[in-house]
């Protein structure tokens, strides 16, 4: 009275057999020595039954005991099948040549981004002040071009454009085949075109004007707070060639088309790519085709633009850098083109990869044979 209240065992029934058949077998030893190695029947059969009784226990609890590792090992490999397949780069490095209408981009740095160029005309709006040989200074826009006087033809060339960071460049080509327009975004920009020999020039709110120039003579183009346009014309034989290793951030090679009918409008985001590659530089230079008016989007793209040429095709542009939320499609079309992590493990690292997914897939069987009770 008084005592603590027995506990249940907690020992499970196979144990609790396979002690039991030990006690059987130790009190039939002592039998067998006491009554010279004669042990009576009934103690022989009764421990032939709790043998069998006991390996049956065995083999019934073998598996329960088992299945937590291996349900466990298989939940581990289905997580880490799911982040290798599934779960994305954040950030990778690329090399983009394509072909496109129209190309945007934000200086990096301040940065001389054209060498001097032969045009045949060039016309210039929304600038903050434009001052011309025998003209007025002004504002607004004008136009000059290459005039011819008998024999003698006149020449313009569009200087070197130095740029301070942060300004928005964008390029596009024009309806005609050699025509351009380059419009830049933020002020400080001072331009200069240069002619030389008979050359008309229209300002706005000014007649046209015919000059035969001489000596080279520049005009002084300065960007204000409004976005200023140069339309450029290039001669029959020639390319327009900017320099190499822009640092440019924020690309775009979309354009934005307007369009106004019955007092509606209607606001359409189109892809300007004419065709061309990306090359994936994290994934041994795998190269992906991209199709004409593909819409190609960057979250974040910082890097150089290694050219940007002008020609009869369109506008030939080459970045190198680093991008983030590459995509391509558009609205529930959407998808991400940023390598997995499956993909870049193969691509950089894959002999151990290879080795590794060999030794794990040899422990799992291992273990699940064993679970199933096959004896190796």
């Known amino acids: ?23 059987q077998t130790r009190a039939a030893r002592e039998e067998a020595l006491r009554n010279g190695g004669q042990v009576p029947a009934e103690q022989v059969e009764s421990l032939r039954r709790l043998r069998q009784l006991a390996e049956f226990s065995r083999a019934v609890e073998a598996p329960e005991r088992r299945r937590w590792p291996i349900l466990a090992m298989l939940l581990a490999t289905l997580a880490i099948a799911s982040v290798l397949f599934f779960s994305r780069l954040r950030r990778t490095e690329i090399e983009m040549d394509v072909n496109v209408s129209e190309v945007s ?33 002004s504002e607004g826009s004008m136009l000059i071009q290459a005039a011819k006087d008998g024999d ?16 928005r460049v964008t390029l596009e080509r024009g309806r005609d085949a050699r ?31 015919r000059l035969n120039l001489p000596m080279p003579r520049g005009i002084a183009l300065r960007t204000g707070a409004d976005e200023a346009d140069l339309e450029i014309t290039l001669p029959g034989a020639e390319a327009g060639r900017f320099l190499a290793q822009i640092p440019a951030e ?27 590659s990306i090359f994936f530089e994290s994934l ?55 390598p997995t992590w ?9 002999l151990p990869l290879l080795w590794g997914s060999a030794l794990y897939l040899f422990t799992l069987a291992t273990a699940a044979l064993r679970w199933w009770g096959v004896r190796l």
């Not at 981009?105 to 060498?115: C, K, N, P």
């Not at 045949?120 to 011309?132: L, R, Y």
């Not at 995509?327 to 959407?334: K, L, V």
Request: charge should be positive; hydrophobic fraction near 40%.
């Open 105 to 137: 981009f934000r200086l990096g740095q301040a940065r001389v981004i054209s060498d001097t160029m032969g045009v045949a005309s060039v016309g210039a709006s929304g600038f903050k002040s434009i001052e011309a040989p025998g003209m007025p200074v």
């Open 1 to 23: 009275m008084g005592g603590k209240p027995r506990e249940k065992s907690k020992e499970n029934p196979a144990a609790a057999l396979r002690k039991l058949l030990r006690a």
């Open 152 to 167: 003698r033809s006149g020449l313009v060339s569009l200087a070197p454009i130095a740029l301070p960071a942060s300004t």
């Open 250 to 276: 924020e690309i775009s090679m979309f354009r934005i088309d307007q369009h106004v009918t019955s007092g509606l409008s209607i606001v359409h985001r189109a892809s300007t790519i004419l065709g061309g």
């Open 284 to 338: 041994d230079g795998l190269e992906r085709k991209l199709r004409p008016a593909e819409g190609l989007r960057f979250a974040s793209a910082r890097g150089e633009i290694r050219s940007l040429g002008l020609d009869d095709r369109g506008i030939s542009f080459r970045f190198h850098g680093e991008v983030e939320g590459m995509s391509t499609g558009a609205g529930e079309d959407r998808r991400s083109l940023m």
């Open 179 to 209: 025509r351009f327009r380059l419009s830049l975004a933020g002020p400080g920009a001072e331009l200069r075109c240069d002619a030389i020999g008979p050359v008309e020039i229209a300002a706005a709110g000014s007649p046209k004007q």
């Open 342 to 350: 499956l993909e870049w493990l193969r691509a950089r690292h894959g």
